[in-house]
């Protein structure tokens, strides 16, 4: 099952949409049959026990802020509690600020990587209003006395935010981008979203993460392991093939340069279905082959050029070099 991965402003409603959310889902899990394998997990600041001190930057130097190792390791601490739980059989909602588009990146990859889709939920609210909810937060944690501010900095959620800080995270907030596949499908509420319109947005994202629906999720095609054959692993026969069609080329070639090169298809005995080499005008050294025998194995090491990424014979191998010398020579010429 999914990632949700809930984004907003500073003190912008996004705990109490979160619980909202596991409340919903809750009970969308339990209508399942009994064998539903669904299981839901939470993960915030503060189920980590993660101060929103971490995020002021007012003590960091300013050269150091991009930097704020404290940041980081909140980020590597929430990071790491998602990818404990996160399968195609835990539904995971993140609530955070989220504002870097870069983690939420970051997020997406992790939900590839174990085939399960994400989503992002966006928590609108103008700053004046989410500002007046950190102003009413910090007036009650300095007029109730030591016993709130000491519930506050054990993490609970109404913990205020230093009014520096506050305005510093507004800044620096990177809105969802539903064009982005990362930030897509985008699913949003606003602070004045009824009870109805706040079930309709549930709803969708019930639809898309295990309704009608949902995408089937694939891992990226280049990341996918290369087939192997019998000559051996792939990048053992790409430079097994390249070296011996250079050894050819070096031993048939004429004293004066030119003409045609015939390279058998699969390493055997010339036949009418050869590949042809055409040489440049003059005789073609060691060190050029050399060279382009290099440029045609790093292009094709990460399967960068070629057409397919699955299986390639050695046939197929030795027929996409021979074209690249052959497109390297006319140019030459």
């Known amino acids: 099952m999914p990632l949700i991965i809930i984004t907003g402003l500073p003190t912008s409603g996004k705990s109490t949409r979160a619980k909202q959310l596991q409340a919903y889902l809750s009970e969308r899990i339990s209508s399942q049959p009994s064998n539903s394998p669904y299981r839901l997990h939470l993960i915030s600041d503060t189920s980590l026990s993660i101060s929103r001190t971490v995020y002021d930057l007012s003590a960091v130097p300013a050269h150091a802020r991009s930097a704020n190792a404290s940041e980081k390791d909140a980020r590597a601490a929430i990071y790491g509690a998602v990818k404990r739980v996160l399968s195609p059989k835990d539904i995971v909602i993140l609530d955070g600020l989220n504002y870097i588009k870069g983690w939420r990146y970051q997020l997406f990859c992790e939900a590839k990587n174990v085939r399960t889709p994400s989503c992002v939920l966006q928590i609108g609210c103008v700053p004046d209003r989410a500002r007046g909810v950190n102003e009413a937060r910090l007036e009650r944690r300095t007029g109730a006395g030591a016993a709130e501010e000491e519930k506050g900095s054990a993490g609970d959620e109404e913990e205020a935010y230093e009014p520096a800080n506050w305005e510093n995270l507004v800044f620096r907030y990177e ?11 985008l699913f949003t509420l606003i602070w004045e979203d009824d009870e109805a319109r ?100 790093g292009l094709n090491r990460g399967g960068i050029g070629l057409e397919g990424v699955g299986n390639l014979a050695a046939g197929r191998l030795r027929e996409n070099f021979v074209g690249y010398l052959n497109d390297a020579f006319e140019k030459d010429d």
């Open 198 to 297: 706040t079930k309709e947005v549930f709803d969708s994202i019930w639809d898309s993460i295990a309704g009608e629906g949902r995408k089937v999720v694939r891992p990226n095609q280049a990341t996918m392991q290369r087939g192997k054959e019998g000559g051996g692993d792939y990048l053992y026969v790409l430079e097994r093939e390249t070296q011996d069609i250079v050894k050819q080329i070096l031993e048939k070639q004429s004293d004066e340069g030119g003409g045609e090169v015939r390279i058998p298809r699969s390493g055997g005995e010339v036949r009418g279905d050869d590949l042809v080499v055409e040489l440049p005008g003059k005789k073609v050294g060691l060190p050029q082959l050399q060279r382009y025998r290099r440029a045609f194995v």
């Open 175 to 185: 809105e969802p981008n539903p064009m982005t596949r990362w930030d897509s499908p």
